[in-house]
């Protein structure tokens, strides 16, 4: 008989306890479901989009490269006198930080309104058994997130440069990184607040309201740069008169300040001061981010609701207002193109994540060359003059090859859907393209004759210089414009509705390089003709060899704008949608 049967028991074994795994916080939860959905986007874009990973990373090289080697000859120029050196560095800090302190601020501003108040997502997490303080918490990352291309862009690059000319050791990248990294946070708690000030205060207006403030700060920002520069510098008394303005964006309350006196210490030397402003700046940005996140969370559920309050009678009066404005614009139009571009007029407008970017950029441009001549005191030299008015038209250039690519190239792409009511006009597809064309043309070369403008006036250039610097940029708009508007014809995205998102695919990708390789190719042939001004001492009147390089740009440009609407006009004909 075997044990079984003689009635012997076995003991129970029990299973063996699985350690449970601690609850996990709804904080947590959420930012690991944002990072695997980022890290599963990237994964498909490097498997379906190899080709736009590659253009990404290109141009993001190609901004490095050009940054860095202007940032190095600039700071090079600085402190080839010592004492002009030890004086304007700490400045150009200062600066530098106080802009980006604004743009910051108003961008974060923008992303968290449309983020936590306009998006349907919040409301489905506020529906859930989530903390209101861990919903802010992961918007408000997100807006830090979003904001941070700043210390990408233009971080390293500065970062590099600096190290270059200092001749500094390893020890000054981490410094450098960590006060740019801790100071991001304190515009960013800014933004959200004010983002949630708008709508608790302003709830039938926040747009309007969020661009009177954007607009406000500009128009102090452009004033005080004003008195700062008014007068030549050629004496004591402007010096100390300069002296005493600039302290007011030298005080030591003010978050710039902190970083620039952190860089600054660890250039002379002094790294120990340098990691006391670098604590004192983590500090105060956990801090504001604290205070931000826990008054915003407080009152989200209200504030979210006054938020869906609709100003209808506002928005009218305002629809009405850029309706006169698109009249005057595009009058040269036929009636049916005319109303159109008035649509997609409003829809600019009406969208602050489209235009408040761009305008910052523009902005800040436009304060840069009405003060060039005072920033500048050798312009009396005509090789300076001429390299910084070359420089200037390099960055206008390049802001509207950007402008194009992110805002010009997705317009066809939004009209897809809506080509039956097009029809109805009644108009023409080829009409349409023509009249996105037509459109995108007049905001661009308004805009860059404008900054042109002032910036060949505040140089004093000569009348023939400042004439080739005007076509010049007039041609580019017309082959940018023609660029992306025909790439958008011929690549469109006609499942998205999301304007950067079209702008972000292969088609805005492959439109943005060929507007980058134009852009290069017309200041090749712009930078020939100024110095053979310069050489030739003809930079009063045009000769037949300035004529003709100008005549080779803005041939190239007419052609590359033909070639790309033709194109995208039959490839948008053809197609069944």
Not at 76 to 105: K, S, Y
Not at 127 to 153: F, H, M
Not at 162 to 176: G, H, K, M, N, T
Not at 560 to 567: G, N
């Amino acid at each position: 008989m075997d044990q079984h049967q003689a009635g012997t028991v076995e003991p129970f074994l029990a299973p063996a306890a699985t350690p449970r795994r601690p609850p996990e916080s709804a904080l947590g939860l959420l930012l690991r479901v944002r990072f695997l959905a980022l890290r599963n986007h990237a994964a498909q874009l490097l498997v379906e989009h190899p080709l736009k990973v590659a253009g990404t990373t290109a141009s993001i090289l190609l901004i490095w490269t050009g940054m860095y080697a202007l940032l190095v000859r600039v700071f090079q120029e600085i402190n080839r006198q010592l004492l002009e050196g030890i004086v304007a560095t700490p400045l150009i800090f200062t600066f530098f930080f106080l802009a980006l302190t604004c743009m910051l601020t108003f961008s974060n501003a923008i992303i968290c309104y449309g983020s936590l108040f306009r998006r349907q997502e919040s409301a489905y997490l506020m529906a859930g058994p989530l903390p209101r303080r861990d919903i802010v918490l992961l918007k408000y990352l997100e807006s830090l997130t979003l904001a941070s291309w700043s210390v990408v862009l233009l971080g390293v690059p500065m970062m590099f440069a600096v190290a270059r000319v200092f001749e500094e050791d390893a020890s000054f990248y981490p410094l450098f990184l960590g006060l740019f990294v801790a100071f991001i946070p304190i515009p960013g708690a800014v933004g959200l607040l004010l983002a949630w000030g708008v709508v608790r205060f302003s709830p039938r207006m926040p747009e309007r309201t969020l661009t009177l403030a954007g607009v406000a700060v500009l128009a102090l920002i452009a004033w005080w740069g004003w008195r700062l520069f008014r007068s030549p510098a050629i004496s004591g008394d402007w010096l100390a008169g300069f002296y005493d303005r600039v302290s007011v964006a030298q005080s030591a309350l003010l978050p710039h300040t902190w970083v620039s006196n952190g860089i600054a210490s660890s250039l002379q030397g002094r790294p120990a001061a340098g990691l006391f402003y670098l604590l004192v700046t983590a500090a105060n940005g956990l801090f504001a981010s604290m205070v931000a996140v826990r008054l915003v969370a407080s009152g989200l559920a209200g504030a979210y609701d006054r938020a869906q309050i609709c100003g209808s009678g506002k928005r009218r009066r305002a629809g009405r207002m850029l309706s006169w404005v698109a009249e005057i614009l595009f009058a040269y139009l036929p009636s049916r193109q005319r109303l159109l571009a008035a649509k997609d007029l409003k829809a600019f407008f009406r969208d602050p994540l489209q235009w408040s970017q761009m305008a910052i950029l523009l902005g800040l441009l436009t304060l840069y060359v009405s003060n060039v001549q005072q920033l500048w005191t050798e312009l009396a030299t005509p090789g300076l003059q001429v390299l910084i008015g070359f420089l200037n038209l390099t960055a206008v250039a390049l802001i509207l090859a950007t402008f194009t690519s992110r805002f010009v190239f997705p317009l066809v792409s939004l009209e897809v859907r809506h080509l039956w009511l097009l029809g109805l006009l009644p108009l023409s597809r080829t009409q349409m393209v023509v009249s996105k064309l037509l459109y995108s043309l007049t905001i661009t070369v308004l805009v860059a004759l404008a900054v042109t403008g002032v910036s060949v006036y505040r140089l004093s250039l000569p009348s023939a210089l400042a004439f080739t610097h005007l076509v010049a940029i007039t041609a580019m708009c017309v082959g940018l414009c023609g660029i992306s508007t025909g790439m958008g014809a011929r690549m469109p995205m006609i499942n998205e509705r999301n304007p950067a998102r079209i702008a972000g695919g292969l088609g805005g990708v492959i439109g943005l390089m060929l507007s980058v390789g134009l852009v290069a190719a017309s200041l090749a042939g712009v930078g020939v003709m100024s110095f053979r001004m310069v050489w030739t001492g003809q930079g009063a009147h045009l000769s037949g060899s300035v004529l003709a390089w100008l005549a080779a740009v803005v041939l190239l440009n007419t052609v590359a704008a033909a070639a790309s609407m033709i194109a995208g006009i039959r490839h948008f004909n053809r197609s069944e949608f």
